[in-house]
């Protein structure tokens, strides 16, 4: 592969990404069928297949694509809705738990993205989900998730201290479903150089 080759396939993928929404055809017609199964891997690879799949449809181009690219963005699109409808409702259960308790928390990431920038789940993969919870409220929450089969058996309070002094967020790996959710206090690790506006 030419050393060049990733930066105009970045750059084909971009002006992909414009199609529908400006008129710019985005080099369409330059492209053959091998190079849209690399075009939609690329995408697919830097998770924005299932947003080339929507601006392709909606262009009315995606039709025209061969059946193995079309297959590559259609399975993409499909696993982030299925995926992210799942994550949904898990946070659904959490904001229960923790409201129950009288845990404020805030969806940060993808959880926000997806719906109100994108404004289609289908369209923004995740991976995790991210919570923002008060510093002064963390043990209230780690003890909450526990009771929601996440992270650990043991009890964790007494680590916590330790966590708020060197850490801004915890992970909890879900003891049944493949589910992870980050809880965080801070927006960034402390001593870090970049401070959250």
Same mark, same amino acid.
């Given at each position: ?11 084909? +993928?971009?002006?992909? +990404? ?26 697919? *690879? ?5 947003? +080339? ?17 079309? @297959? ?12 992210? +409808? ?20 805030? @969806? ?6 997806? *719906? ?18 008060? *510093? ?6 780690? @003890? ?44 960034? *690790?402390?001593?870090?150089?970049? @401070?959250?506006?």
């Amino acid at each position: 592969m030419p050393a060049d080759e990733p930066a105009r396939r970045g750059r084909l +993928l971009l002006g992909l +990404l414009r199609v529908g929404k400006s008129g710019n055809e985005g080099g369409i017609g330059r492209l053959d069928g091998g190079a849209w199964d690399s075009i939609a891997s690329f995408a697919q *690879e830097h998770g924005v297949a299932p947003l +080339l799949h929507e601006r392709l449809q909606t262009s009315g181009v995606l039709a025209t694509l061969p059946d193995s690219a079309q @297959a590559i963005l259609v399975a993409a699109r499909r696993t982030a809705a299925f995926e992210n +409808l799942r994550h949904y409702a898990e946070f659904r259960r959490i904001s229960v738990a923790f409201n129950r308790r009288g845990i404020p928390l805030m @969806a940060l990431k993808g959880l926000h993205l997806a *719906e109100q920038v994108y404004g289609d789940i289908s369209l923004r993969p995740m991976s995790d989900m991210d919570i923002l919870v008060p *510093e002064s409220r963390v043990a209230q929450a780690v @003890a909450a998730m526990q009771t929601l089969d996440y992270g650990p058996d043991g009890d964790l309070s007494g680590s916590v201290g330790k966590m708020l002094q060197s850490k801004c967020n915890l992970g909890f790996a879900h003891r049944r479903h493949d589910v992870y959710v980050e809880v965080h206090w801070k927006l960034s *690790e402390p001593g870090s150089p970049y @401070a959250a506006p």
